[in-house]
């Protein structure tokens, strides 16, 4: 499966809204297989990926936002010191987001100017003060 670098930090986040009903169905899909086989191979790329298919952005299989994009993969990629091309089990991916983004509070450093990043820092609040 390949997955974006950024897109580890927006399933970990996904609360079940998204662009329109046919992206939010594929985005169902694709976490509840991450969550059911955490165990499932990805491989992390900046172009698109299983998620990139059924969104609004996607302009005949190029995203009409892809330099903002790949600065959210590049960041994402630079933090985690994982590299493009790199295969992993999606649970090792999460871990390692976790802690090295989302543990050391650099969301922002990632989403700079994600329209979705204020939902996200609000979830992040909810889950530190619990």
Known sequence: MYLRPHHGLCIQHYMGKGYDSRFVQNMNQVVRQLRAFPQQLIELTVEMDVLCGH????KQGRCDTQ?????????????TGLLEGQQLAWKTFREIVEKQILGRKKLNQVCVDCSWLPLC?????????K
């Open 55 to 58: 969104c609004p952005h996607n």
């Open 67 to 79: 330099e903002k994009v790949t600065a959210y993969d590049n960041n994402c990629l630079r933090l």
């Open 121 to 129: 820092e609000r979830l992040e609040l909810s889950v530190s003060m």
